[in-house]
């Protein structure tokens, strides 16, 4: 059986040449292959076809993006890395050509956005069409620090008492390890005089603190038991959980979401969640799909 493979999209944007950084330290941790993807970008013109000289040009400035890409992953001179560093020049749309890697691949490492010439999709927008509907985890990287991350920096992942949470439950606890990093499993409770100003009967946060701390133990405890390295802190807030997952992601060096689900408490939906914390977080973001779209074919609005 082939080694795995970690896939990052670029579209020459500062952003995706931070998420290649990113996408080769996964790499490294995880002992995948690393394969760099740019799509030429799409030029509406009305026309059938380009003329020879623009397309050409598109694909030169397409091939200059991939080699600065690579540069980056494999430096000249380096040495000691154990990934292999492929490059892909797709004709296809960036979500299309991502989406379909997405089937085999262990995850896929795209920019916050991107500032294409000509009429480039942004990977901005492609993190949405990914997040919704890729096969494999998907990591958003905001902005890559020059000194990397300590260990010290805690990875976070949000538990909504769900089963569609307990996927990004493991892959937290999993990067949590290879990463020698501490745990944190946050659970946001937000009853409705959050949003209205006004405290309803039976909704009290006293009264909900232990069946909230039961939702966290029950999520975490199988994988603490087969992480027994990974040093855990479970945190069951009165808070909105975009609030909640923003104000952790700012000390930490990754933050963990499920793609979809609804918790038994109001407000905790990671499907509208994750698109936020997506687009805010200050560190990278991983959107873990249900396994139950990894059995499902990719989407045909993309192909």
Known sequence: MGRSHTVVGVDGSAASLDAVRWAVLDAELHGSDLTIVSAVPTVLTGLDALPERTS????????RILDE?????????????TIAVDVVLSDRPAAAALLEMSETSRMVVIGTRGLGAAQR???GSVSVALSTHAHCPVTVVHAWPMSGYTGFEAVVVGVDGTSAAMAAVERAFEEAEVRSAPLTA??????????????????DWADHRPEADGVLARAVDDCARRHPTVALRQVAVRDRPVHALLDHAQSAQLVVLGSHGRGGFA??????????VMARASCPVTVVPSAARNRTPATKEYL
């Open 56 to 63: 050409a040009h598109l694909r030169f400035e397409t091939n």
């Open 69 to 81: 890409a690579m540069s980056i992953a494999r430096p000249t001179g380096s040495a000691g890395s």
């Open 121 to 123: 999709t942004s990977l």
């Open 186 to 203: 946050l659970h946001a409770w937000a009853d409705s005089d959050l949003s209205i100003g006004m405290s309803v009967p039976g909704l």
């Open 267 to 276: 407000g905790m939906m990671l499907g509208s969640t994750s698109r936020s």
